[in-house]
């Protein structure tokens, strides 16, 4: 045994059965206990292994300082809570196993320094979370699964239940955790964080079926421990699918980031493309990012409630920068055909406010002939009006604009005089929200 506990020792050496129906709350408390508040030398990185099974808890799981649990992976290794009295199945704990307000009572060493990999944490009733990291540092999930009550959809907030809650008191903020190649699921919310805290990242992760997946600084009060909320979260290269409502919503938090993420069947009403209801990712305050996201939502769903990202900070794709109301499109360059009067391939929508103040700033190149200059563009579903302002060198390009409407769309039209070449038109496109 004490080979075991210098290096890996199985739960069920304490007890556990994970054959799931046995209760091994107390076993797998017992099993923590002993590997990571017992040790006289807690930074021995020794390791807690959960064999393949389901194991059935009816209290929280305190997970202490420096553990480190290790599973056969999250379709194997379950920790499911039963029972509606605890308020979650697992949380971190200080080198004490003590939770809550207690934490760092008696010189206990505050919650961190953990390693979770390879398992569930399954809250099999709708009024307890999954998993709640509370005041700890340095924290690691690696292919774990944090799953909720829903077998389908959620389609309300419901109770409110959160696969993965973080937070925070007045005297000791959670900071540093990681989340990699990690699965959320079946929860109202996924993923909630209110309190202050910092350097919270998910990478390479899954965000599936949900009311709602990340929900940031909603609660931030403005007073401890909700001072200005979370700071600094980033979700990169995930994927999120079957999102009820809003896929990420940053209410407060300085830093929320989302980049390179994939957002499938989003803020549709789980009715799929065609059945926009709201924006995919909102964000309320300044200093939140989206960076090079690809979303499934097409142009025809896109309307000033149902966007893309609706924000007052920075968004960044491979076709387009925004700043706030701000927005600039770029395209690639367009072949104006001789002696012909055709459509540019550039249109605009008018059933909404998004595109009814825009600016096109071009060069057209023909021949020897150059223009510089811009296009100015007011618009609605009643009435189109461009003016087109340059100047030009080495004689005229021949080449003039107009609009048509059809559909709820403005597209620009050219027409070019007879040369016998084709002019070259380059163009970016600023609009304003």
Known sequence: MQQKFDDVASV???????DGNTDDT??????LSELFTRATNTEIRRALLFPAGTYVVTDVIKIPTHAKLIGDGPNSSIIKGTSATPDCVAMTSDSLQQIDGSIGAGGATSPGNLHIDGMTFDASVDTVDAFVVNQAQTVLF???????????????????QTALKLESSATRETEHVSCVGCTFTGANFLVVGDHDMSSITFTGCEFISAFKGLKIGESRTGSAPAVDGPRGVKVTNSLFDDIYNTAIHGYFGPGLTSAFNTFMDCANNNLGVGNANTHVITFQRSGMHSIADDFERTDGDVTSSTLRVSHTGVSLDDTKFEVGSFARKFSADITLDDNSTKDSGL??????TLENAIEIDYMITRGTARRQGVLRITQDANAQVIDDDFSENNGTVGVTFSLTNSSNITKLRYTTTSTGSAATFKHTVRTIR
């Open 12 to 18: 069920k050496d304490f007890g556990a059965k994970g």
């Open 26 to 31: 107390v076993a797998i408390n017992r099993a």
């Open 142 to 160: 690696t292919n774990t699964r944090f799953q909720g009550f829903n077998n389908t959809v959620p389609t309300s907030v419901g109770n409110s």
């Open 347 to 352: 249109s605009f929508s008018d059933n909404s």
